[in-house]
């Protein structure tokens, strides 16, 4: 029985629609048209997954998430949140989500303590439990050092990873968080990821995640969901929407200078290749990719080669091959 | 700060409905975690807006204080003595309450909600008055220095008795809960970031026109302004102070004003930031 409740599904979202008004011109600047930014959005998030929202730039993930935050009413459709009716009082989200947003603006002159334990407060939290609580924070992320120093005299990624902490701060059943990690370096990612984990195995707290960085995606989300321009074009475990591509590979080769079209078995893979100046990039089924990098490594096309790679799909390569084509891949970003 | 108080303590008989309790929301629903109550919730915002001005407002606090200043050394070559005077010295020490708790107030709330900051507060279970009241009373507090200083130095410049100073202690409070509500009002419901510095910019110039040049020689449209202005009430209760023997009860009505524009400004400003914070 507890074992069932325990795998239930957290987060429901039905039909969810959310459209922008068209704004006039202003001052000779056009006017930009009215923006559909949830187009009809279902999605279903269970309890304790790492549950991400991958998508470009207005693609509709902010969008997405503000209305399951109670920050924006959805023209139409339901979200519900652990039995919660968030259309109907959007303001009980706050006290069963922890969200963190891009913006620190809030919290940017404040100390890092101060701005932990100030949202501890607001959290509901008294002084005392608000102080151990920001102090047991600030230790497990490796703050306790700039403790002191105001958010804004910080670097990008640690000011970010002060606002991490701002939201931890209080425990919450569901976290959800808007690129937590932009700017930070691979030691505050994974003291993030490391905090991220301890909650989900103590408490099974849910995680839904925004972000455009493919590689964490696919290295920290149990499930994703791809959207673009308001609805999600597939949701799934990341080692299932790579079975969407099938077992295609991807071959890149970088040559030194111009690629060496006099070789025939080069001249060959040519038309399959897609060109980026001396870089050319092939989607080849497994056999045809060793062949291939058998061609150039080993007869004269080897002389022009600066350097390859072979590497098996990557959540871009999905997102690329259900259709995101249009202006979205540069919306990814692969670091 | 009893306008302050008496406000949060109605909105706190209000909230605290038994409301506070985790408590499940229907059939299997997760218990929801507890609201912040108001009090402790203003006093956290308070002492956070506090220590945000510590950093970044005391040039400014400087800026204000020197103005005001500046501006009764000019009055003293136009103004000896007398009715004017005390006018002077009224208006230059409530200016400085305008320029922090009206200005600079309006510019925060323009740019918080600019840049989407309040959306931190937003999806934290915080009543909306205690952000606004947390915010206008640690700018409000903020300006006592200022003003002390300024009545101080505008008395000891015009030779006007310092014995009922004490008044200040009722007048920047007061005036600051009223131009405070103003300021968050103003700063909250303007459409854009650029407009909620205007305003906020208006308003002082308002309060620093129609509060330090003496009232008897105005026409009587910019005398009717000068009626609606909240600071008014403030600068000729001060003004009052300077008095012999002060009629205390027409200062106690004039203190009265600012409370109750206090209390109405303030409401405003709670339910432009209920506004502005769900969309």
């Known amino acids: ?335 | 700060m009893s306008a302050v108080s008496a406000e949060a303590v109605t909105a706190g008989a209000v909230r605290s409905g038994g409301d506070t309790r985790p408590r499940s929301g229907g059939d299997g629903a997760a218990p929801l975690a507890p609201r912040a109550k108001l009090l402790p919730a203003l006093a956290a915002v308070y002492r956070a807006q506090l220590s945000r001005a510590r950093v970044a407002r005391i040039p400014l606090l400087f800026v204000a204080t020197f103005q005001s200043v500046g501006i009764m050394i000019m009055m003293r070559g136009v103004v000896d003595g007398g009715a004017e005077a005390r006018a002077v010295v009224a208006g230059s020490s409530v200016l400085v309450v305008a320029f922090v708790a009206l200005n600079l107030l309006a510019q925060y709330f323009g740019q918080l909600r600019a840049s989407g900051g309040l959306d931190h507060y937003a999806t934290l279970p915080v009543p909306p008055a205690a952000v606004v009241l947390g915010a206008a009373g640690a700018y409000a507090s903020f300006t006592v220095p200022g003003t002390a200083v300024t009545a101080v130095v505008g008395s000891a410049l015009f030779g006007l008795p310092m014995g009922h100073l004490w008044v200040l202690a009722a007048v920047v409070p007061l005036s600051g809960a009223a131009l405070a509500g103003l300021g968050a009002a103003l700063g909250l419901l303007a459409p854009r970031q650029e407009l909620a510095t205007l305003c906020g910019q208006l308003g002082m110039s308002a309060a620093l026109l129609l509060g330090v040049l003496p009232a008897a020689h105005m026409p009587a449209p910019i005398a009717y302004a000068r009626d609606l202005l909240p600071s008014t009430y403030g600068v000729e209760a001060l003004a009052r102070s300077f008095d012999a023997r002060p009629d205390w009860a027409v200062v106690a009505a004039d203190l009265g004003v600012c409370a109750a524009v206090g209390v109405v400004s303030l409401a405003a400003a709670t339910w432009a930031y209920r506004r502005a914070a769900v969309r």
């Open chain 1, 1 to 335: 029985m507890k074992e069932a409740a325990a795998a239930a599904t957290v987060c429901t979202v039905r039909g969810l629609v959310k459209t922008y008004p068209a704004a006039r011109g202003r001052r000779g600047a056009p006017g930009t048209a009215e923006v559909r930014a949830s187009d009809g959005i279902d999605l279903e998030v269970r309890r304790g997954e790492i549950f991400g929202l991958l998508g470009p730039n207005g693609a509709g993930k902010s969008t997405l998430v503000r209305q399951l935050t109670g920050l924006l009413r959805p023209d139409e459709g339901s979200v519900e949140l652990l039995g919660h009716d968030l259309v109907r009082h959007p303001e009980r989200a706050a006290r069963l989500v922890g969200y963190l947003g891009q913006e620190s603006t809030a919290l940017d002159e404040l100390t890092v303590a101060l701005a932990a334990e100030t949202t501890g407060r607001l959290r509901g939290l008294g002084l005392r439990a608000a102080r151990a609580e920001r102090d047991a924070v600030l230790g497990e992320l490796g703050l306790t050092p700039l403790a002191g120093r105001p958010l804004k005299k910080l670097s990008g990624g640690q000011r970010r990873l002060a606002c991490f902490a701002a939201t931890l701060v209080g425990d919450r059943p569901v976290l959800v968080l808007d690129e937590p990690t932009a700017g930070m370096d691979p030691v505050a990612r994974r003291a993030v990821w490391a905090a991220v984990d301890r909650r989900r195995a103590e408490h099974g707290t849910t995680v839904l995640l925004v972000t455009h960085n493919v590689i964490e995606a696919e290295t920290v989300l149990d499930r994703v969901a791809v959207l673009e321009r308001g609805r999600i074009i597939a949701c799934d475990t990341p080692a299932g929407l790579k079975e969407l591509v099938g077992d295609e590979v991807r071959v890149e080769l970088v040559w030194r200078a111009e690629a060496p079209l006099h070789v025939p078995e080069v001249a060959a893979l040519c038309d399959a290749a897609q060109a980026a100046g001396r870089r050319w990039t092939l989607r080849l089924a497994p056999a045809e990719a060793r062949a291939a990098v058998a061609a150039v490594t080993g007869g004269p096309a080897f002389a022009a080669l600066d350097d390859f790679t072979l590497t098996t799909p990557s959540l871009e390569d999905v997102y690329l091959a259900l259709g995101g084509r249009a202006e979205g891949a540069e919306g990814l970003v692969k670091a």
